[in-house]
């Protein structure tokens, strides 16, 4: 259960959908500044469930701790496989076999259902990963084995993921609170949300830097086979080649 002034949070942009939207190619990232705004989820309208959970990542033999969140608002199972032949083999009624690629929800305070927005950089408050040694920065639009991030046709999260469920990095976000306030309620829209940095203080735009890649690209067959494309994939190569691991 979050605690009463944490919550849940969701990217609706701020009213453009043509600079609120991802930009998509490497041109369009470094001419084009995307328009965000982070407004708190109603958790009264939307059920939620938060699980701690333990499991490797990257492919590694250790472990870490994952956050994980559910929502009831987007169910999907893809008409195909074992999972789905189980299903049908014991009289499940499947409807949900669609993917939710412009994912809507419900704000707070606010009227309607509202189109959530994902970031092409990793993270919003990861703007500087090469310049601390760190890798990436670009979002791996697309479901499967994040092993290879940034390099290779990476995907998001576990190879048991379905490949056309996207992640939609940083559309959505969870308070992480583990006790209590440091200084004033977390209810408060401007404390912590878009935080970059002291270098960014006061300023409505950052600079990001990446490590350029071709994300998001379809491979698995199920896709593959039936010509369907991700809407959400990214090019920020000069040649438009996936880059191999170096």
């Avoid at 938060?50 to 994952?66: D, K, P």
């Avoid at 960014?200 to 950052?206: L, M, N, P, S």
């Amino acid at each position: 259960k979050l605690f009463d002034d944490a919550g849940v949070w969701a990217n609706i942009g701020q009213g453009n959908r043509n600079t609120d939207f991802m930009p998509k190619t490497l041109e369009e990232l470094k001419t084009r500044a995307q328009t965000t705004r982070w407004k708190r989820v109603d958790l009264v309208q939307v059920d939620i469930e938060v699980y701690v959970m333990e499991r490797s990542y990257h492919n590694s033999t250790a472990t870490q701790l994952c956050i994980v969140l559910v929502m009831d608002e987007f169910p999907y199972i893809r008409p195909d496989g074992y999972y789905y032949d189980g299903l049908m083999a014991r009289g499940h009624n499947v409807t949900t076999t669609t993917p939710h690629d412009n994912p809507t929800i419900s704000i707070k305070n606010e009227t309607g259902k509202k189109e959530v927005f994902g970031l092409a950089t990793y993270g919003h408050h990861h703007m500087a990963r090469i310049a601390r040694g760190l890798g990436g920065g670009g979002c791996p639009t697309k479901g499967g084995d994040l092993s290879p991030y940034p390099w290779g046709n990476t995907g998001s999260g576990w190879p048991t993921n379905y490949e056309e469920v996207t992640p939609i990095c940083d559309g959505f976000l969870i308070d992480i609170k583990a006790y209590a306030n440091l200084n004033r309620n977390w209810d408060d829209e401007d404390v912590f949300l878009g935080n970059a940095g002291d270098i960014y203080a006061g300023q409505e735009e950052v600079l990001y830097q990446a490590q350029a890649n071709h994300y998001g690209q379809f491979t698995d067959p199920w896709n593959f086979n039936r010509n369907v494309e991700n809407p959400y994939e990214l090019d920020f190569t000069e040649d438009g080649e996936i880059q191999p691991i170096p």
